[in-house]
């Protein structure tokens, strides 16, 4: 039996998240299925992470195990001539038994895209963030430096989450611009339910003077959900990168 590393990327506009529910179409099922017509076989599937309903991916990893013969290029491609059409097999290879697509994983990196610009663009639907008014990025910039480091999150978690260990290393935390596209880029090693989003949603609120910028070290610390910013919505959400092997700049 093989352990086999699939690397996919998808639009996540029409699916309720990665992981199978009752209530409706997911990327797992979809996943499964393009297995299924290859294999024969319904396979067990492990994904990296559970994103939620329209939430995107650029690299989201998942590992089965599976007696198929065929080699890791063919599954590849074989993977991506049935699987939907926004849904891409980016990558198929062997890795040994023990490997696992979440537990082996030592940190994520996330992005959220804001369309800036005061009116909306019909190529950013349902893939970024309209946000109308001017976002200041080198106060945003700043701001986002105050979450790197070890922190417990706890304020930047939705409620309902039964997790108990809320304290999480946040390597990276940048804004950057490219004309009217602003992203949010952050990586960790390891996220609560909701955590970016609330991350995003808390900046949004600083950029509105909602939120003093140095009150922020404050809000974390405090580890109050009421003191941080809203929710950001999904749609400006994508797991951009899944890490194996923590990179030499994040592990000094």
């Not at 808390?202 to 405090?222: A, F, M, Q, V, Y």
Request: include cysteine.
């Amino acid at each position: 039996m093989r352990n086999l590393l699939l690397t996919i990327s998808y639009n996540g506009s029409g699916y309720c998240g990665f992981q199978v529910q009752q209530n409706g179409v997911t990327v797992a099922e979809r996943v499964q299925d393009a297995i299924e017509r290859i294999t024969g076989i319904r396979s067990d599937i492990k994904g990296c992470s559970r994103t939620d309903s329209g939430v995107h991916a650029n690299m989201f990893c998942i590992n089965f195990h599976t007696d198929t013969p065929l080699s890791c290029h063919r599954m590849r491609r074989a993977l991506d001539a049935v699987l939907p059409e926004d849904i891409s097999a980016v990558s198929v290879e062997e890795v040994p038994d023990d490997f696992h697509a979440r537990y082996s994983c030592v940190a994520k990196r996330y992005i959220y895209k804001i369309w800036n610009a005061p009116a909306k663009s019909p190529f950013y639907h349902n893939l970024a963030l309209h946000y109308p008014r001017r976002l200041d990025t080198e106060l945003l910039n700043q701001a986002a430096s105050c979450f790197v480091g070890t922190h417990n999150f706890a304020g930047f978690c939705s409620t309902g989450s039964n997790v108990t260990d809320t304290v999480r290393t946040i390597y990276d935390c940048t804004v950057s611009r490219n004309e009217d596209l602003v992203t949010i880029s952050i990586t960790g090693s390891g996220f609560l339910y909701n955590m970016v989003r609330i991350i995003v949603g808390t900046l949004l609120d600083i950029n509105e003077g909602k939120i003093p910028p140095d009150s922020l070290p404050g809000i974390i610390d405090s580890c109050d959900r009421n003191k941080a910013g809203p929710t950001a919505r999904p749609y400006g959400l994508y797991l951009d990168k899944v890490y194996y092997q923590l990179p030499e700049e994040f592990s000094k």
